[in-house]
């Protein structure tokens, strides 16, 4: 048995537990290595939608707002929040029956 102090409390965990714990969270954190590999896992539009134009013979448009890495995903989150602001603010003239029960 393993025992651990959190916050002052004592509590034990036994060598079966703390074995598989251990190896969940090295295994967690040793797949970052793999979320870096851009070269394996290109993008939907790279390796699909690319492919189908250059058949075509149309060249990759040019994006009207260049946005990259951190910055798109900024961009999604902070529309899905105006999106939910606005859904929400709105919730009882959307969907509440007009009915009076």
């Not at 651990?4 to 967690?28: C, H, M, N, Q, Y």
């Not at 539009?45 to 189908?52: F, N």
């Amino acid at each position: 048995m393993r025992r651990f102090a959190v916050s002052g409390e004592r509590f034990a965990i036994s060598d079966f537990k703390f074995a598989i714990i251990s190896t969940l969270i090295v295994w967690i954190l040793g797949l970052g290595s793999f979320a870096q590999a851009k070269e394996k896992w290109p993008g939907m539009d790279q390796a699909v939608i690319e492919q189908y134009a250059a058949k075509q013979g149309r060249p990759p448009a040019k994006p009207l707002v260049r946005i990259e890495g951190d910055a798109l995903l900024f961009a999604f989150i902070l529309a899905g929040a105006v999106g939910g602001f606005i859904l929400g603010y709105n919730w009882h003239k959307l969907f509440k029956s007009k009915e009076k029960v």
